[in-house]
């Protein structure tokens, strides 16, 4: 049980029933045009799941969020941490602001689409202010950046290569879960949503 960020395939976005999310679909589809932007119908098949391979995203969320409340607070305006931490819904399309939808999502009566262009731009601004070791996971295919962070990967890299980024584990986790749920959505063309 928890919270998921995962990647969702053609066949669930365009689905109907329980795991579909054909209504957000539609409903995305239809503000888009209405704001004179492209449809979202490019959207890549689910693949099987292969370590590494960066064709699948799914991380957990588990520490407490409170350190990048903070992180948000002392780096970001109000209107970004609202724009990084309100979505429930990512898509690889620049919007100037979020569609919000009157669709149920997993945690919300509503949900709330934006895009990874600029959650990428926000989640970067984090990840330079607690300078994000590269050794970070980059491929999250199966909960690999949860287990870097919890699994010791993480504290063990703290010890010899101390920074921002190692003074609150659980706050550099979340930087670097932002900034990798927006990179997986520009590079697979993928929508990322929690469950």
Known sequence: MGVYLVDVGAE???GEGEEGRAEIAAGLNRELERRGLPRYDSIPASVDFVRGSGQSFEEKLVPPMDGLMALCEAHLSKAETETLLGWTVLVPVSLDEEIELPVESAYSDDTVIAGAPQILAIAEKLASAVELPPEVPEMCDNLDLTMWFLDGAAE?????????????????????????????????GCPITYC
């Open 156 to 188: 063990k890299l703290s010890a010899t290569a101390p920074g921002p980024w190692s003074e609150d584990l659980d706050t550099s986790f979340y930087v670097a879960l932002y900034l990798r749920a927006a990179q997986h959505s520009l590079r697979r």
């Open 12 to 14: 669930e976005w365009f």
